[in-house]
C-alpha cells in the first residue's frame, strides 16, 4: 500500500508511515518530489540492492577503464626488471631485430 504525503503532512504526523509499505514525499507547495520513505520491513532487502547495484556499477567503471588501461601494457618478459635493465633490454632487442 502506498500513499503521497506533503512534508508539512509528515512532520505533523511521523506515524502514518507506519501504515503504508512506501510513502512517496513530495512538497505540496512547489509538487517537487523529495523522497521515497520504505517501510522498515522493505528496508534490508532495498539496501542489499542498493549496494548491489553500485558494486555493479563500480565493476563495469572499472572494466571500461581497464581497457584503455590495458592497451599500454608490456611483455611479461619484462615485468620484474629494474628500469635500467628494462632500457637495456629494449636496445638489444632493437638492434638485434
Request: proline share 1%.
Amino acid at each position: 500500500m502506498t500513499t503521497m504525503v506533503g512534508i508539512r503532512d509528515l512532520a505533523r504526523n511521523i506515524d502514518m508511515l507506519q501504515k503504508y509499505d512506501y510513502v512517496d514525499i513530495e512538497d505540496k507547495k512547489t509538487h517537487e518530489y523529495k523522497g521515497l520513505f520504505l517501510s522498515p520491513c522493505y528496508a534490508k532487502e532495498f539496501k542489499a540492492y542498493l549496494e548491489q547495484k553500485s558494486k555493479k556499477e563500480k565493476e563495469d567503471k572499472l572494466s571500461r577503464l581497464k581497457a584503455y588501461a590495458g592497451k599500454g601494457s608490456i611483455d611479461e618478459k619484462y615485468d620484474r626488471l629494474s628500469s635500467k635493465a628494462l632500457k637495456e633490454s629494449v636496445s638489444l632487442e632493437k638492434l638485434n631485430g
